[in-house]
């Protein structure tokens, strides 16, 4: 599964602005700059973000991160097993019960 807006989704700590885009720029404000509320596309934070906000979601779900592989969660219970394979912004399930996959 490729998530589309994975970097659109993560939440920024510090302040940070930017200049209007060309194209979308109030002329009757054009010095003026735009507060960014959430990390954008080229961002050095997005990459970051965007995992941090994937984590805490994921974990939600009770997927626990396998120690080592940063990049691999599993959810176990009873004889029900999924491992979730996180890289970058593609997400991999496997699982021997599609119905446990998202029961929180």
Partial sequence: MDVKTAFLNGFLKEELYMMQPKGFVDPKNANKVCKLQRSIYGLVQSSWS????????????????????????????????????????????IGNNVKFFWRA
Avoid at 72 to 87: E, N, P, Q, R, T
């Fill in 50 to 93: 965007w995992n941090k906000r994937f984590d805490d979601v994921i974990k939600a779900f009770g997927f626990i991160q396998v120690v080592g592989e940063s990049c691999i969660y599993k959810k176990v219970s009873g004889s029900y097993v999924a491992f979730l394979i996180l890289y970058v912004d593609d997400i991999l399930l």
